[in-house]
């Protein structure tokens, strides 16, 4: 088992900046590929970013492309997502989820965390 623990969501102004963090833990050796997906409200779950767990390689959805940054510290066995540039439609619970590969689609994915809100104010 993977255990996964969000943090870092909160209100934050159009224009404005978060970071999220996700820790990993147990049978981490299992873990491949990183991810962070999104829901807003009535819609889909649906892929933001990922990140290889020791190559670095990262993919990341159109819609965040130059405004949000995934990175991993793998001492702390922590992954991260740093949103600038904020905006409204990025209102969402956030989740960040572990694969044994690196993909887009949430089938791909095992385990997943708790979710962390994130609401962009316009």
């Known amino acids: 088992q993977v255990q996964l623990v969000e943090s870092g969501g909160g209100l934050v102004q159009a224009g404005g900046s978060l970071r999220l963090s996700c820790a990993a833990s147990?049978?981490?050796?299992?873990?491949?590929?990183m991810g962070w997906f999104r829901q807003a409200p009535g819609k889909e779950r649906e892929f933001v970013a990922g990140?290889?767990?020791?190559?670095?390689?990262?993919i990341y959805a159109d819609s965040v492309k130059g405004r949000f940054t995934i990175s991993r510290d793998n001492a702390k066995n922590t992954f991260y997502l740093q949103m600038n540039s904020l905006k409204a439609e990025d209102t969402a619970v956030y989740y960040c989820?572990?694969?044994?590969?690196?993909?887009?689609?949430?089938?791909?994915?095992?385990?997943w965390g708790q979710g962390t809100q994130v609401t962009v104010s316009s």
């Open positions: 989820a572990s694969s044994a590969l690196l993909g887009t689609s949430v089938p791909q994915y095992d385990y």
């Open positions: 147990g049978r981490t050796f299992k873990i491949y590929g």
């Open positions: 990140i290889h767990w020791s190559g670095g390689t990262t």
